[in-house]
């Protein structure tokens, strides 16, 4: 047994209101660089709908994660390293700028310079890539609220084979939001994509970073990724990532999309698990099995024989402790209500999801609800306009007995604290229904509905003591936050953006120093029309 830390996140999608202030405040933090404009390491997807970029889940057309062999042993769906050299400078399964939404911006200083007359200048939306006058055809909120749901949300390959079941008629249609951020995978298929090494998964809480001064822009890892969460800056020509806030981690802090979220729909914890029992529960030949497998990895904190062994390998002590405290655990394994996005993808995810239960008060009433009844609180649960397939294609790989074990567990509990508050006595054949006693369903209900801010973020601090152990372990222990013009990954980039810089770029911003000390060219980052010093060995600039 190989006993592994990893920071983890659960969100509970009944909480979530779509308001988007994960994403701006990511977006404020994260995102200073030129070349950013498309990029969203948070975003807030409404489902039913194609997602961002388009139909990213679609691993028929981009090749994402992992699939299994004729033999059963694991291999990225996109190829391996010989199909990789063949397609080096042509990538099919990479997403277009037109798959993201060309970044726009406009043009304000026409309506401050426009000279006095009787028609209204107006600003027009440019694009920010090449300033030129564009018209918006996609983006990363274009689908809000199921905006254009009848032409676009029949596209959302989560409803493969429900098309007779659903229908986007206003009488009948369905919604709720989908929050999303990297996975930082316990099997990242980014990292296995890469060809320069440069995106790594850290040794002590297994978050997955990418080191920039690696980074040569090969795009490998965009397309590797099944959830389209690795980015290309096309002005530094570097991919870059949610970093799960690394440097708020470090110090005991949440990130800031968890802290920042106003329906408190987060929770951060730490997770134990066994790293020599994930490439054989990756492997499961079943897709319908990935779920339990993936439980299966991660220890009981309670564990003694596990504390021991996580004391012996270098697991500091209050790291074990959070893990005992972790609300992550609790939420995904102990209760079994939140659940992996995609599993089936075979990179194990870390971040999973609590799935809706509502909208559910016309249906349970019209149903004949009634909370002293498990059969009428539950016969609801087929009824919801929701469906239990769309949801297991989401978490359980179409699996739908999971999902509805955890629909019927959330309705359990509502329907026992509205007993409580109206006076009644709580039906105790609802916990028995659902496997859960008394005591375990008010733990649930504290957890989910009242939690207070320690209880919903036990975040562990970073012991520097350990940084020269974990680097001699892995020598790419630090992501470049630190750079010139940070916080972000890359520094300042090539400037502060806008339209006023659609002009020659400064060549000297696509250079860099090798490791032999000799001056390179990013031609990945190149405009084309400036110089190029260092581009070709000898004679510089071209």
Known sequence: ???????????????????????????????????????????VETKPGIGYPKRYE??????????????????????????KLLQIFYNPDLPS?????EPWTYNYQKL??????????????ASALSGKDMTMQWGGNWED????????????????????????????????????????????SCVASCPSGALYKREEDGIVLVDQDRCRGWRFCVSGCPYKKVYFNHRTGKAEKCTLCAP?????????????????????????????NVLPAAATEDPQGLYEAQLSVMLDPEDPQVQAE????????????AARRSPTYALAKKHKVALPLHPEYRTMPMVWYIPPLSPVADIVHAAGYDEADPDKVFATIDSLRIPIEYLANLFTAGDVEPVRRVLRKLAAIRATMRASQLGLEPNEELGKAVDTSPAELDDLYRLLAIAKYDDRY????????????????????????????????GGAGMGSGGLDEFGPRNPEAHTFTADDGRQHFNLLGWDGASTSPHLFPEGGAR
């Open 458 to 489: 036990v975040v562990p601090k970073a012991h520097a003591e350990d940084a020269g152990r974990l680097q001699s372990q892995h020598e790419q222990m630090f992501c470049s936050l630190d750079t010139e013009g940070g916080p972000g990954m």
């Open 248 to 276: 708020r981690i470090e110090v005991g802090q949440p990130t800031v999309c968890s802290e920042t979220c106003v329906g408190r729909l987060r929770y951060l914890g730490l997770i134990l698990y066994d790293a020599d």
């Open 1 to 43: 047994m190989r006993v592994k830390a990893q920071m983890s996140m659960v969100m509970n999608l009944d909480k979530c209101i779509g308001c988007h202030t994960c994403t701006v405040t990511c977006k404020q933090v994260w995102t200073n660089r030129a070349g950013t404009e498309y990029i969203y390491f948070n975003n």
């Open 145 to 188: 609220d199921l905006a254009g749901a009848t032409e676009h949300a029949m596209r959302d390959p989560n409803l493969t084979n429900l098309e007779q079941h659903v229908q986007m008629e206003f009488e009948q249609a369905f919604m709720f939001y989908l929050p999303r951020i990297c996975e930082h995978c316990l099997n990242p």
């Open 112 to 125: 401050i310079e426009a000279p006095l007359g009787t028609r209204n200048p107006s600003a027009h939306s």
């Open 310 to 321: 996580a004391l012996r390998q270098g697991i500091p002590a209050d790291w074990i402790e």
């Open 97 to 101: 700028i037109d798959d993201y939404g």
């Open 58 to 83: 679609d691993q028929e057309q981009w090749h994402g994660g992992w699939t299994l062999d004729k033999k059963g042993r694991l291999q990225l769906k996109a190829g391996g390293r010989l199909k």
